[in-house]
């Protein structure tokens, strides 16, 4: 429907352009409000299409200018609904077009420029088309890019302002209400399009001042925001309003907003001088078992580093060059607990690196490690201890353990209480025994496996039981502490 307005409104303006014409795929025509286009028209090309995206209350100048040959140039800006929003032939006796456009509504307004009479013209040349964003309205209800500033007025008549602004997903904001004159006390409200106050500010935090200031909004949803000024009370005078971007706005550019990432994802991202590391975001349930990988893309020198870290950014593993020479790799990790997990895609020696590049991120759950794990069985994490107690009725208590090959661990079991003489046995997945202590030392009934390597990755067993052979006492009985730890190799 907007384009069959749109050429309507150009058939309107030249007959027979648009047979003529040169056809321009919105794709390829979308121009900046900033900077200089060029181009030729002839009898082959009277007229050529672009668009921009507006705002409602941007102030845009349009400067047209002939460059070359005897060139008449004309302009013609269309709203998004097909309305002519600016038609201009010469300006000021010269044969170029200077003109301001207020943009009455937000949307896209397709530009044309063309020679005086389009296909039935006579003149033919190169041409410049320079657009400028001069600023924004103050009036209520105008639109807000980041960086804009804007002076209104609160007043007994005039209580409340609002203008809105557009957000993507991960946007980290300040908004700023500061009194300019009179006796006005700004008081801000930030809300969605839905229209769910979402933030608030009167006065200034941590300030002796009663300006309005919401400091590291972040942006939960894309979408359209409105900024309401007001005041507290019933204070008057004027304001300036400011949305300011900060500089680590944006989803996975700050631990606030992380990108998201599932099981079996992949993300593709880049690392650069201004921008070191980028953040990542996913929900992992106690004994998912995992590998995360971080290659570098095929440009530039990156050397990728990695952190997994719990829901307080507190590191759980990180690594360097566990992958293939400068990749990184986080092998094998058991989630200790049901939450959320943050991944950290960096760079070795972080800020004060210097390799950037492009880089592949991906997720893998592996198989559970403790699927086949007999019911009842207790598992346990490097670092961990456990109490039990043995005697007739339960004459051994089984644990199970994630190791990875060449991990060195000790285990070690001590008696409480009792009589009980400690035995300590290793078993692989298969349940088959790959060492075990009896005694830590000579007349010790306390049982030690120390600085064990393990042959393989997978599942072990820890069997606690007591002494059963023929030269002492197989009945022993008492209480125990049983500690898993990883050594240094």
Known sequence: MIRLCFCLLLSLLAPVVSAQSREISTDDARIEHEGIITGLLDADNPRDVFFVDGLRGEVIRFELTATDGDLDPVLAVFDDVG?????????????????????????????????FGYSLGATSGSYDLRMTRKGVLSERGSTLRYGDSVVGTISDTNAEVYYTFQAEQGDILTISMLRSSGTLDPYLRVVDSDRFVIAENDDQPGAETRNA?????????????????????DSSGS????????????????????????????????LSPGQFERFYAFDARENDLITISMDRGDSGDLDSFLYLTDSGFTPLAEDDDSGEGQNARIIDFRIPADGKYFIIATRYDGNIGTTSGPYRLSLELLDDPFAGVPPGTVSLDYGTSVTGQINGDNQADTYAFYGRQGEVVSISMTRVDGNLDALLELLNGAQEVVTRNDDRAANDQNALIDHFALPATGTYYIRARRYAGADGNADTVGSYVLVLAERAS
């Open 213 to 233: 200031r919401i400091d590291a909004l972040i942006i939960q949803e894309s979408g359209t925001y409105i900024v309401m000024a007001t005041r507290y009370d």
């Open 83 to 115: 309305q002519l929003a600016l038609f201009r032939d010469d300006s000021a006796g010269t044969s170029g077009v200077y003109h301001d456009l207020t943009m009455q509504r937000t949307g896209r307004y397709f530009v044309v420029v063309g020679r």
């Open 239 to 270: 304001f300036v309003l400011s949305v300011e971007e900060a500089e680590n706005s944006g989803t996975g550019a700050s631990p606030q907003a992380p990108l998201p990432i599932d099981y079996g994802d992949r993300r593709s991202g880049s």
